[in-house]
């Protein structure tokens, strides 16, 4: 086993994680929306070439199981970020600092159905040295939208003081809709030994800088290559030696992937930085891919 840190869950909230969604029932699969979900975990991330995707999902079935909570073709994932005029978090991330955070709104399931009533998270992530924690509570989106965007108190029976916190942080360091992403989520989580573990594999990565509403059908452009997957691996306390090992045999390397920083950078709100991966694969159409799976279309 490769040891990280530890990394308990908060007490009483177990694995929020394993509680997303999938498409068909979006906002049905999630627990009471008057708890607040709370966890600590830690997270590697790999960009993995579709053409390694078949090889890689096939170890993970073979050790894992699909998150009963997907259909057969994952779950779309479509998250709208905060942030200040001047990129306050998106600099946090990039400049690597121990203590950094990001605020957000995230829907799962398909664009293009869901009204105010939909069920949606608001979510404080933030990284604490090597640990990663996300606090989030359940709001109807309609209530989600007037506390984040006209920064009005909502009421929430056994959340308060994290809604309020959230109003507060708007309103300290006048937050605004930053930048959108969306991709389609291909989720395993781990059984006996690997209890706690989670890994999933993120598809065709886009982004937007405008129509920032996460029901709708605005065009969104990739900010990843569609030539490549996004595997993320969380853990409470460490990364199984098997996941490590794949990782190598397959020529994959840990990188510093934020999605919510390639949207920023894919529209030109702030630099290209270092840790950047490419929007478009680097040789063309020579590079032939294989028959589209549904997460792929």
């Not at 029932?25 to 579709?50: D, I, M, W």
Request: hydrophobic fraction near 35%; charge should be positive; proline fraction near 7%.
């Amino acid at each position: 086993m490769t040891t990280l840190r530890p990394g308990p869950e908060a007490p009483g909230t177990g694995d929020a994680t394993a509680g997303e969604p999938g498409a068909a029932e979006a906002g049905h699969r999630f627990r009471a929306p008057s708890r607040l979900h709370a966890f600590n975990r830690y997270e590697l991330k790999y960009l993995v070439p579709v053409e390694q995707v078949g090889d890689v999902r096939a170890e993970l079935t073979a050790r894992m199981e699909s998150d009963a909570n997907a259909g057969p073709d994952g779950y779309g994932v479509w998250s709208l970020y905060y942030d200040t005029r001047r990129l306050r978090f998106y600099w946090e991330k990039i400049e690597g600092l121990k203590f950094r955070r990001k605020l957000r709104i995230r829907r799962y399931g398909e664009t293009g159905t869901g009204s105010d009533d939909t069920m949606v998270s608001v979510e404080i992530k933030q990284r604490v040295n090597r640990v990663t924690q996300k606090r989030r509570v359940l709001l109807p989106y309609g209530d989600a939208r007037a506390l984040c965007d006209r920064r009005r108190r909502v009421e929430h029976p056994r959340a308060q003081p994290f809604v309020d916190e959230v109003l507060d942080l708007l309103h300290r360091l006048d937050l605004r809709p930053s930048a959108m992403t969306g991709y389609r989520r291909e989720p395993y989580v781990g059984t006996g030994a690997d209890l706690g573990l989670r890994v999933t594999l993120d598809h065709r990565v886009r982004g937007r800088d405008r129509d920032f509403d996460v029901r709708a059908e605005a065009e969104s452009r990739y900010i990843i290559s569609p030539r490549y997957a996004v595997m993320e691996v969380k853990a409470n306390e460490r990364a199984p030696y098997w996941i490590t090992d794949m990782a190598a045999r397959h020529g994959l390397q840990v990188q510093r992937i934020s999605k919510y920083c390639q949207s920023v950078e894919a529209f030109g709100k702030a630099p290209r930085s270092v840790f950047h991966v490419p929007e478009e694969d680097p040789v063309g159409e020579s590079r032939p891919m294989s028959a589209p799976q549904p997460w792929q279309m």
